[in-house]
């Protein structure tokens, strides 16, 4: 029955694609840059996308794809069924009402298939990974509750979150005491702890000269000795200036994070905590740009969370996330493990032999012909976790697939770069450096659930 | 958290050459919000160097100041607290508590900086606060050679002033600290 449908789209081809530019043109300001006129790879119905494989000659990688196009094309419509922002894909809509049925099943299916999961007393991570590395349903809390479980937040037996979430969320309140608050506000508490007394009878004087008091510890505001609170803190706003910096540059085009109301401002300070907090306990690596825009999405997904304690609690929930998020990347911020081998420069190489041992002859184009390193590349992409290729939409899929991946998140994310590379090589393999260079650093818009198929199925890199 | 530097009583040129420089190590751009000088700075330098600590400046005219376009008394309203300025010189007698009083009723602030007598001081009467910052540089007064360099900087924090003092007492910098809250229904004082 499908193999009939396949048939029939070529047909509406031409309305489609034009539908599509349209639509395309219009999209403005989504965040990803989609330049005009290359459309590509961009998601479209399966016959249309066959075409497009036959440009990119891989073999055998995409024999496979094609045998497994049913399931693909199916995950593709969800996925368009799914992407609210995905300006894109709302033409598919109007013509193929009559897979709409099916893929309405598939996600009301899913969505089942992982509220099952998560309802059990003892949840079973592996499976849980493998639904949701084929992409979150959106709605209800699904996501929030899928990512803090793998992630490690969440304990698998379902008795223990309460207890464990309430400790975590004190945790963290109590270290945003000692840490975030001002020298005077912490002075004014331990005032109020211990002299309370002497405080009452000496306002009580109606004249006379006010008593003075010694200071202990350089504990005055211009103070230039290391151990003072005060020095502490004014270090801290420099920090602290560029986080309020960046967080105002974060998805400008979200109402959520921009703008002057008092929604966007409390989502910003919350951030902006977290950020500071993180930088506060990791004097090592301090704060560097573009940790907000890792940030964002966990936010955003913990914020939005339908269940109303969990979405007040986001701050402390995303603080910690984010922790185990970074916690094997982190090393990628410090610059001085450059050149070491848990550095940015050893993760790019690898990407390098992976793509190697991949599409030899794409390697081949872009480390010696056109000269492209990864470097040039690769380090927004992998520090930051792809969130500045994508819409935040995308990301969230990508990142569904990244954190439930079971290769583990680096892992997987040089899959993914990979793939990223893989899904342009016709465009590279045209293309000198300067035109690489800019193809790369500005992503064009592309079939995210072809993309991860692509990364899943790559051969690993065995050298 | 407002951090407000009062400072006065320079008298550079010509009492004296510069700040101690134990005290111009502490005071660097970008920890105070406001600066308030009782006056007799006296030139315009002075003036500049001040507005690099901190771009928000008060100032009042003292008898010795060059530029005589400075007013003779000012406020400002920082958090919760009135503030009042003036130097001093016009309050006769000088640095009487009493006289003193008279001026901040009529300016009707919580907190009067004033300066002239080159001697720290912090008084509290009828409901209001006068606050003397004595002179950052030691420059002799016609009281006085014998002047011990010192300055004040306030922590103001809702209803709640922290005002730590800085002395040169003996080459080195002595910090002491006072603290007063401001009653939350502030009687008039008429």
Sequence with gaps: MLKGKKLKLPDRLGSLVAGFEDKDEDSGGSGSVSELGEELEILQPTGFRSDRESETDDDHDHNEVQEEEPMVKRKMKVDAELEHNGRQLRHEKDGLSHISVIKTIEVDEKRSDIEY????????????????????????????????????????????????????????????????????????????????????????????????????????????????????????????????????????????????????????????????????????????????????????????DTDEKN???????????????????????????DNSSVGILSTLSRLSDLLKANDEELWRHLEFTSKVKPQYYGFRWITLLLTQEFNLQSILRIWDSLISSPFGIQEMLLRVCCAMLLCVKSRLLSGDFAANLKLLQHYPEINIEHLLQVAQDLTPDTS | MVLVLAIGDLHIPHRAPDLPPKFKSMLVPGKIQHIICTGNLCIKEVHDYFKTLCPDLHITRGEYDEDSRYPENKTLTIGQFKLGICHGHQVIPWGDLDSLAMVQRQLDVDILVTGHTHQFKAYKHEGGVVINPGSATGAYSSFTYDVNPSFVLMDIDGLRVVVYVYELIDGEVKVDKIDFKKTATAPSAH
């Design chain 1, 117 to 304: 999961e998560i309802s059990q007393k003892e949840i079973n991570l592996e499976k849980l990974q493998r639904i949701a590395s084929t992409g979150i349903p959106e709605g209800g809390n699904l996501r929030a509750t899928v990512w803090k479980l793998i992630l490690g937040y969440l304990p698998p037996s379902r008795d223990l979150w309460e207890k464990e979430l309430s400790e975590n969320r004190k945790k963290y309140a109590k270290l945003k005491e000692e840490l975030l608050l001002t020298p005077s506000e912490l002075a004014r508490m331990k005032e109020e702890a211990f002299q309370s007394n002497k405080h009452n009878n000496a306002h009580n004087d109606t004249a006379g000269p006010l008593i003075r008091h010694e200071i202990s510890h350089e504990d005055h505001p211009l103070s230039l000795g290391k151990a003072s609170v005060w020095h502490q803190y004014f270090e801290h706003t420099e920090i602290a200036e560029q986080i309020d910096r960046d967080l105002q540059r974060t998805h400008p085009e979200m109402k959520f994070f921009s703008g002057e109301s008092s929604f966007g401002r409390k989502h910003r300070e919350s951030m902006r905590n977290v950020l500071l907090l993180f930088s506060k306990l990791n004097p090592a690596i301090r704060y560097v740009q573009g940790m907000n825009e890792v940030l964002a999405p966990l936010y955003y997904v913990f914020s939005t």
């Design chain 1, 311 to 337: 979405a007040s609690n986001a701050e402390a929930d995303s603080f910690s996330c984010f922790v185990l998020l970074l916690s094997d990347s982190v090393d990628h911020f410090c610059q001085q493990l």
